[in-house]
């Protein structure tokens, strides 16, 4: 004789591994969904959400760096096999890297800025950090080399003006658009 199928378990079971994942609960969590590419889709996360999604990102970098799988990974950093559901895709392998985002002094439609721009994959996301690392020692104390200034001259990210000249660096710290961007890793919970 079949089982009857308990609706109500169902239910409190998808509730709950959606809080686990930083939802309010299963519909939430079905509306916003796990693709997130952009920096106005982790901006519409909830913290909690945004939270859970950064720690599934450091799994799966761990993973990637140390060749393990991503359950071991998620174990040596203490996070709940449910919160890998963000770096999953349906079949339950992980999906493209999670999409970060990382500061950047930039030229855009409004001049020149700093703003948090999204960054997708290891190697990009390294790249960006080192960008901004020399573009904010360059522009708060002079600090950067000038092997460093001529290798920004040259950097690029896919998408991205990124801004290269000391004098501007210099203008956009004198109007404090660096200490506004806050934390210099990017790891924003909007």
Known sequence: MARTRDYAAEFRRRNQLARERGFRNYWQQRTIGRSVTSKEDIQR???????????AARVYYLSRRQRISYEEAAVRLDVPRSRLWWVRNRAGFIAKSPVVLRPLAIRDEQGLTVDLIAVRGPRRIARAEKIFDIQWREATSGRATPEELEWLTKADLPGVDVISDPDELHDIARRGQFEDIGDSSGQVSP
């Not at 996360?45 to 720690?55: D, F, G, I, S, T």
């Open 45 to 55: 996360l909830p913290v909690m959400a945004n939270e859970a999604r950064k720690e």
